[in-house]
């Protein structure tokens, strides 16, 4: 078992930052890729950004390209999310995901992620 534990989220202001932190435990050297999903209330959970966690390879949603940054310490166990500009349409609650297998085809698909955090609100105000 693997257990993610989020931190980071809160409410800035449009335009501003958040660094969401992601730690995970237990049977960690089980996890190829870890990632980072959001979800608003009446909507599916929409991927966000996913880093391997050997090569360090990065995917992004086009709608964060260019604004957020997904990075991971492989001694922590930790990966982070740095969100800059953010805008409105940014609010929601963030999932922290890890899973054990990985591929180009579907590492944007909820469903092939094992473990999931608690998740954590990010509010961006106008």
């Known amino acids: 078992q693997v257990q993610l534990v989020e931190s980071g989220g809160g409410l800035v202001q449009a335009g501003g930052s958040l660094r969401l932190s992601c730690a995970a435990s237990?049977?960690?050297?089980?996890?190829?890729?870890m990632g980072w999903f959001r979800q608003i209330p009446g909507k599916e959970r929409a991927f966000v950004a996913t880093?391997?966690?050997?090569?360090?390879?990065?995917y992004y949603a086009d709608s964060v390209k260019g604004r957020f940054t997904i990075s991971r310490d492989n001694a922590k166990n930790t990966v982070y999310l740095e969100m800059n500009s953010l805008k409105l349409e940014d609010t929601a609650v963030y999932y922290c995901?890890?899973?054990?297998?990985?591929?180009?085809?579907?590492?944007?698909?909820?469903?092939?992620?094992?473990?999931w955090g608690q998740g954590t609100q990010v509010t961006v105000s106008s």
């Open positions: 237990g049977r960690t050297a089980s996890i190829v890729v």
């Open positions: 995901a890890a899973a054990q297998h990985y591929s180009t085809t579907y590492y944007r698909n909820a469903w092939s992620y094992n473990y």
């Open positions: 880093i391997t966690w050997s090569a360090g390879t990065t």
